[in-house]
């Protein structure tokens, strides 16, 4: 099971959090991601961690946003220097196997949380 919190309101240039708690078999999987899906469009791979510590980002949030994992089986998205289009519904995502690679389609992913909300507005 993959639970996010975390999301809410910021202003342009502002910071948010957000989280992922991991439970269940889920723990042991390869690797996780944070997707994001704005109203209409498509959902969009945003960054992915790897259990060893491997990361993939996607360029619009490269230097922005920062992953990473505790040791108490939580995810985080640290999102620094928000834009009015980082809003969205934010997901994070599981993948079981290590045969993909960090992959940033979402069809690879088999486990999903039910996502968070972040506005960026001023």
């Known amino acids: 099971l993959l639970v996010e919190s975390g999301g809410g309101w910021a202003q342009p240039g502002g910071s948010l959090t957000l989280s992922c708690a991991l439970s269940?078999?889920?723990?042991?999987?390869?690797?996780y991601a944070w997707f994001r899906q704005a109203a209409g469009k498509e959902r969009e791979f945003v960054t992915a961690i790897t259990r060893s510590g491997t990361i993939r980002a996607t360029d619009s949030v490269k230097g922005r946003f920062t992953i990473s994992r505790d040791n108490k089986n939580t995810v985080y998205l640290q999102m620094n220097s928000l834009k009015p289009e980082d809003s969205a519904v934010y997901l994070c995502a599981s993948v079981f196997s290590a045969t993909f690679g960090l992959p940033i389609s979402p069809n690879f992913y088999s486990d999903w949380g039910r996502g968070t909300q972040v506005t960026v507005s001023s």
């Open positions: 269940g078999r889920v723990r042991a999987h390869y690797a």
